[in-house]
């Protein structure tokens, strides 16, 4: 309720009895509205937002509401044992731990790792150090480049291969594999050769006016040849020589001797005998002739090529 003022008296007041009687009407007035809220607090205490009797003894009684002596004992023990157990067990915020009292992680668990600056470690257990990183980066864009470029010269290899083998027999192309090119050379006709040396065999004339004849022969070449080429000489008895060069034989190509125009000595042509598997050769010469006192002849004969 809003109280009211009783009116003040003023210097002009007259002594009539109305100016004390409306001061104490006010003040009547006053004590009945305070005496009818009164009672509606008495009537409906909760409507005036005032707490009763009643719920004051209850809310008093309410020991989930209030600390008891019981509760305040327990949770005094609680949290002694909890600065206890504190104390005991937990570590300060600053604190260290020997290298022996932490798991070391791996990759079936978690723990520590150290850093390993190896880029070639199979460790499972430490980590790679950036530098490492670094290191295995540059090294695999080193192995791609070299990868680009030695595929780069392959490429151009296998080019120029199918273009020799075309050049020479065809039935190759730049697309095939290299197993296709390798059977394509496989399969391509050509000819067989072998080589060996008659190491220096000789042969010497009967006498200063006679020549002297040599036989050559090799086996085992697998094929049997048609053209055989040879180096020979033709020396006297002291080793000087005469005549010295490449002969050779050929079927279809014809044979070829050795001649001397100053003394007109000569090597016959030789006559090759094919065989299976290698072949016979007979050369022969004149007698020696050496523009002053006469000397036997003597043959020697060194390398040997023959060809299918």
């Known amino acids: 309720m809003a109280i009211k003022e009783p009116r003040k008296f003023v210097t002009t007041d007259q002594g009539h009895a109305d ?11 006053n004590d009945q509205a305070l005496a ?11 409507g005036n937002d005032i707490a009763s009797k009643a719920a004051l003894d209850n809310h008093i009684s309410d020991t989930n509401s209030h600390v008891t002596a019981a509760k305040q004992a327990t949770w005094n023990a609680a949290e002694g ?3 206890k157990y504190t104390e005991q067990y937990a570590a300060p915020k600053a604190h260290t731990h020997p290298a022996s009292d932490l798991p070391s992680a791996s990759t079936q668990a978690r723990g520590i790792v150290q850093i390993n600056t190896s880029v070639s470690s199979t460790s499972t257990d ?10 295995a980066y540059d090294r695999a864009n080193e192995a791609y480049s070299r990868a680009d470029q030695a595929f780069t010269q392959a490429v151009d290899l296998k080019n120029k291969i199918v273009g020799a083998i075309n050049g020479k027999f065809g039935g190759a192309s730049s697309d095939m594999s290299s197993d296709q090119i390798a059977a394509v050379i ?7 050769f072998a080589s060996g040396n008659f190491n220096g065999q000789s042969a010497t004339s009967p006498g200063m006016a006679s020549g002297v004849s040599l036989t050559l022969s090799a086996s085992g070449l697998g094929f049997s040849p048609k053209g055989v080429f040879f180096r020979i000489e033709l020396r006297d008895t002291s080793n000087k020589v005469y005549l010295g060069g490449t002969v050779y034989d050929e079927r279809s190509f ?8 100053g003394f007109n000595n ?9 065989q299976s598997g290698g072949f016979t050769i007979d050369v022969a010469s004149g007698a020696l002739r050496t523009g ?4 036997q002849a003597v043959l020697k004969a060194y390398e040997w090529f023959a060809y299918e």
Request: net charge positive; charged share 15%.
């Open 292 to 295: 002053g006192g006469g000397s």
């Open 186 to 192: 496989t399969n391509a006709p050509v000819k067989r």
């Open 19 to 29: 100016v004390f009687n409306q001061p104490i009407d006010t003040l009547y007035e």
């Open 254 to 261: 014809g044979r070829q001797g050795l001649t001397d125009g």
């Open 126 to 135: 430490q980590a790679a150090a950036p530098i490492a990183v670094k290191t």
């Open 266 to 274: 000569y090597v016959n042509s030789p006559f090759l005998t094919p």
């Open 36 to 46: 009818a809220q009164i009672e509606n607090i008495k009537n409906d205490p909760a």
């Open 81 to 83: 044992n909890a600065k």
